[in-house]
């Protein structure tokens, strides 16, 4: 069974701060990895992937994936309210399909 | 209408009922997938379909029968559930052969079993 690990939190930052959101996965053959944000009763959205070992930027949001230990993060600079939500780890599964994780929800307070 | 739409959002059904869901793409993706979503719990694969073909089934009951008449299509066909398949079930899509997996999900259709 491939697993894909989360802390289920909650997380609680103050607004401004960085959150670092961590996951873990098994299958060491997995090439591509996904972090998606769930809002309470929607579907997931797509905030980044990454294939490369290192940091990925994409405004406030870098991903960082270490293949050697089976860890890609998720650091979120200048946190907002808005970005309160749960934060989901995905992992390809066989070159199709993805690999969820169980989340992380995340509380930004002003 | 654009990405990716299921309908209905909501369905209530008792154990007895036959009915289904339906999911429709407009990303021109060539793969379709069934994930169930439950409380404290991972998204969890139910269906893959790519090219139309059903390319995994993840040990998943027989009272849930899919069904992807074309590339843009996928069903789900739903008969004699139990209260614990009350779940969110999402479907999504992506584009297989490009080396890029990323999923594009459905608003998802909240079922209640009562």
């Known amino acids: 069974q491939k697993e894909v690990e989360q802390n289920s939190g909650p997380l609680s930052v103050p607004e401004g701060a960085i959150a670092s959101l961590n996951c873990t996965y098994s299958?060491?053959?997995?090439?591509?990895f996904f972090w998606y944000r769930q809002y309470s009763g929607k579907s997931p959205e797509l905030i980044m992937f990454?294939?490369?070992?290192g940091d990925k930027e994409d405004g406030r949001f870098t991903a960082q994936l270490n293949k050697a230990s089976q860890y890609v993060s998720l650091l979120i600079r200048d946190s907002q309210p808005s970005d309160s939500a749960t934060y989901l780890c995905?992992?390809?599964?066989?070159?199709?399909?993805?690999?969820f994780g169980k989340g992380t929800s995340l509380l930004v307070t002003p | 209408e654009t990405g990716v739409t299921q309908t209905p959002r909501h369905l209530v059904m008792g154990m007895t009922n036959k009915k289904s869901l339906k999911c429709e793409q407009h990303?021109?993706?060539?793969?379709m997938y069934w994930y169930k979503q439950s409380a404290k719990k991972p998204l969890e694969l139910m269906f893959v379909?790519?090219?139309?073909?059903?390319?995994e089934n993840n040990s998943v009951p027989s009272r849930f029968s899919p069904e992807c008449p074309n590339s843009s299509h996928l069903f789900l066909h739903l008969h004699t559930l139990q209260p614990e398949d009350s779940a969110l079930y999402l479907c999504?899509?992506?584009?297989?052969?490009?080396?890029?997996?990323?999923?594009?999900f459905g608003q998802g259709t909240r079922l209640t079993v009562v």
């Open positions: 999504a899509s992506s584009q297989e052969g490009t080396g890029d997996p990323e999923a594009f």
């Open positions: 299958d060491r053959g997995s090439q591509s």
């Open positions: 990454i294939y490369s070992n």
């Open positions: 995905a992992v390809e599964n066989s070159g199709y399909a993805l690999n």
């Open positions: 990303l021109g993706h060539n793969a």
């Open positions: 379909y790519s090219l139309e073909e059903r390319v």
